[in-house]
């Protein structure tokens, strides 16, 4: 495979990188985030406000330190505020209270109207309930219209999720000091497209990586890391929300994605620090790969779902009425030694002339080098499978018992095909296959796989007998 993997020289952050802010954004939707916090501190106790957190900051996972390591920070406690001020909270504060109300009017024009809050509607830790608003001697269950709240100078507004700290400092000092906590809120997928020749089996594919992030905060020019593979976390991470979606833009002939080896992992560093703003989706490739050699394979497998041992031997068991089933038509290709390949959707399609045409799609797992990937694309239409069974003897005194299939392919198709029938052998963990028409391979302690040549607008029979005993 001749592939091409963008490349970027990575370096760890030092000091001077933390001027901005940095993620490392996992598979399992959450990411680290690192930024820089400027203290000035006193001798003492030092009371210290951070407003720029995430709103699903996990602040058991909150970190903050001098990366210099010559002041040793003491936190002698960590309040976490994540209920930002928003109209029913601010409705809340007028219970009881005069508030003026703008009611729109398209036919009569604008007017302001005088109300009394009676009930916000606001039930702290509940669902919301309607409000009560007194107009004229009238109490009405909705808002008359947009509230006006005057300017209001309190402190006890949260207008952002915020981190208080009270951190005791052996000596006054002035740094930058080094934040960093898990959030939730950021998640990353990998996705590819596959376009096969109009004519052979080679093909190109190109990878594209996608950030989402709805974690209620924008990260300014900030350096993003990418940790494909599958880090065990305690908790579940939430489903995300619908974004807008805004491309990164890849210089001209310029490098997208380095690639590395991290611990048991893979880590992708993107090549320059963007902007993720919240609700938004970006969106860059970060490989792509010319003329991979591709093999089509055909499956037909009447009795995919295995059934154990240890059933009743009866005539109507496993496999007994099978009958047509559809030929399965999947494509595989080995991956390059030069780049692993995280979990994602992989979509194929042909080229038809100057047009390409979809043929199916599937999930890949993380693949890595050298490893052999294959894709579902659906059921060949020109190719049909008949599996019956053809004879049932069951000798309970002697605890053994034959049964014998026929598997009938027929393809009505333009060229010779390849088919791999599998068998499935669920009677007892003991047999034996006495009679047979073509080879087969055993893919494990109860299933076997035929590979049969049918040729175009022929039909090839398969046969054979299996020997259980228990």
């Given at each position: 495979?001749?592939?091409?993997?963008?490349?970027?020289?990575?370096?760890?952050?030092?000091?001077?990188?933390?001027?901005?802010?940095?993620?490392?954004?996992?598979?399992?939707?959450?990411?680290?985030?690192?930024?820089?916090?400027?203290?000035?501190?006193?001798?003492?106790?030092?009371?210290?406000?951070?407003?720029?957190?995430?709103?699903?900051?996990?602040?058991?996972?909150?970190?903050?330190?001098?990366?210099?390591?010559?002041?040793p920070?003491?936190?002698?406690?960590?309040?976490?505020?994540?209920?930002?001020?928003?109209?029913?909270?601010?409705l809340?504060?007028?219970e009881?209270?005069?508030?003026?109300?703008?009611?729109?009017?398209?036919?009569k024009?604008?007017?302001i109207?005088?109300?009394?809050?009676?009930?916000s509607?606001?039930?702290?830790?509940?669902?919301?309930?309607e409000?009560?608003?007194?107009?004229?001697?009238?109490?009405?269950?909705?808002?008359?219209?947009?509230p006006?709240?005057?300017?209001?100078?309190?402190?006890?507004?949260?207008l952002?999720?915020?981190?208080?700290?009270?951190?005791?400092?052996?000596?006054?000092?002035?740094?930058?000091?080094?934040?960093a906590?898990?959030?939730?809120?950021?998640?990353?997928?990998?996705?590819?497209?596959?376009?096969?020749?109009?004519?052979?089996?080679?093909?190109?594919?190109?990878?594209?990586?996608?950030?989402?992030?709805?974690?209620?905060?924008?990260?300014?020019?900030?350096?993003?890391?990418?940790?494909?593979g599958?880090?065990h976390?305690?908790?579940?991470?939430?489903?995300?929300?619908?974004?807008?979606?805004?491309?990164?833009?890849?210089?001209?002939?310029?490098?997208?994605?380095?690639?590395?080896?991290?611990?048991?992992?893979?880590?992708?560093?993107?090549?320059?620090?963007?902007?993720?703003?919240?609700q938004?989706?970006?969106?860059?490739?970060?490989?792509?790969?010319?003329?991979?050699?591709?093999?089509?394979?055909?499956?037909?497998?009447?009795?995919?779902?295995?059934?154990?041992?240890g059933?009743?031997?009866?005539?109507?068991?496993w496999?007994?009425n099978?009958?047509?089933?559809?030929?399965?038509?999947?494509?595989?290709?080995?991956?390059?030694?030069?780049?692993?390949?995280?979990?994602?959707?992989?979509?194929?399609?042909?080229?038809?002339?100057?047009?390409?045409?979809?043929?199916?799609?599937?999930?890949?797992?993380?693949?890595?080098r050298?490893?052999?990937v294959?894709?579902?694309?659906?059921?060949?239409?020109?190719?049909?499978?008949?599996?019956?069974?053809?004879?049932?003897?069951?000798?309970?005194?002697?605890?053994?018992m034959?049964?014998?299939?026929?598997?009938?392919?027929?393809?009505?198709?333009?060229?010779?095909?390849?088919?791999?029938?599998?068998?499935?052998?669920?009677?007892?963990?003991?047999?034996?296959?006495p009679?047979?028409?073509?080879?087969?391979?055993?893919?494990?302690?109860?299933s076997?796989?035929?590979?049969?040549?049918?040729?175009?607008g022929?039909?090839?029979?398969?046969?054979y007998?299996?020997?259980?005993?228990?």
């Open positions: 495979m001749k592939h091409r993997l963008f490349l970027i020289t990575s370096a760890l952050l030092g000091l001077s990188a933390f001027a901005q802010p940095g993620l490392t954004i996992y598979n399992g939707r959450f990411a680290v985030v690192r930024d820089i916090v400027a203290l000035e501190l006193k001798a003492g106790e030092n009371n210290v406000r951070y407003s720029g957190a995430t709103a699903s900051l996990d602040p058991s996972t909150v970190i903050l330190r001098d990366p210099s390591g010559k002041i920070l003491s936190i002698l406690e960590q309040n976490y505020q994540n209920d930002p001020v928003n109209q029913i909270t601010l809340d504060r007028f009881g209270l005069p508030l003026s109300f703008l009611v729109r009017d398209p036919q024009g604008d007017r109207l005088e109300g009394k809050v009676i009930r509607g606001y039930v702290p830790g509940g669902q919301p309930v409000p009560m608003i007194e107009v004229d001697g009238k109490i009405l269950f909705e808002l008359p219209g947009r006006l709240f005057p300017a209001m100078k309190d402190e006890g507004l949260l952002k999720p915020l981190l208080n700290w009270k951190i005791q400092s052996p000596e006054a000092a002035s740094l930058q000091a080094e934040l906590y898990l959030t939730q809120g950021l998640e990353w997928t990998a996705s590819y497209n596959l376009v096969l020749q109009e004519n052979g089996s080679n093909a190109d594919i190109n990878g594209w990586i996608t950030i989402k992030n709805t974690s209620g905060k924008q990260f300014e020019n900030a350096r993003i890391k990418l940790m494909a599958d880090v976390r305690a908790e579940a991470a939430p489903i995300p929300k619908m974004m807008r979606v805004a491309m990164l833009a890849e210089d001209a002939g310029g490098p997208a994605v380095s690639e590395k080896t991290f611990d048991d992992f893979h880590l992708y560093t993107l090549p320059r620090p963007t902007t993720l703003r919240d938004e989706t970006k969106q860059l490739e970060f490989i792509r790969a010319a003329a991979i050699p591709t093999r089509r394979i055909y499956s037909y497998d009447a009795t995919p779902e295995l059934q154990f041992f059933q009743t031997i009866t005539e109507s068991g496999g007994a099978a009958g047509k089933g559809k030929v399965t038509s999947s494509l595989e290709f080995t991956n390059s030694e030069a780049a692993p390949l995280p979990a994602g959707s992989i979509r194929v399609y042909r080229k038809d002339g100057e047009q390409l045409e979809f043929v199916g799609e599937d999930r890949i797992d993380h693949t890595p050298n490893e052999k294959k894709i579902k694309l659906g059921n060949a239409f020109d190719l049909v499978g008949e599996h019956k069974r053809t004879n049932f003897q069951s000798d309970t005194s002697r605890k053994t034959d049964e014998s299939f026929e598997i009938r392919l027929r393809n009505q198709g333009k060229g010779p095909v390849e088919i791999k029938v599998v068998e499935h052998l669920a009677r007892s963990a003991t047999w034996t296959i009679v047979k028409s073509h080879d087969f391979k055993q893919l494990n302690s109860h076997l796989e035929f590979t049969v040549a049918v040729p175009a022929g039909e090839t029979v398969v046969t007998t299996a020997h259980y005993t228990w």
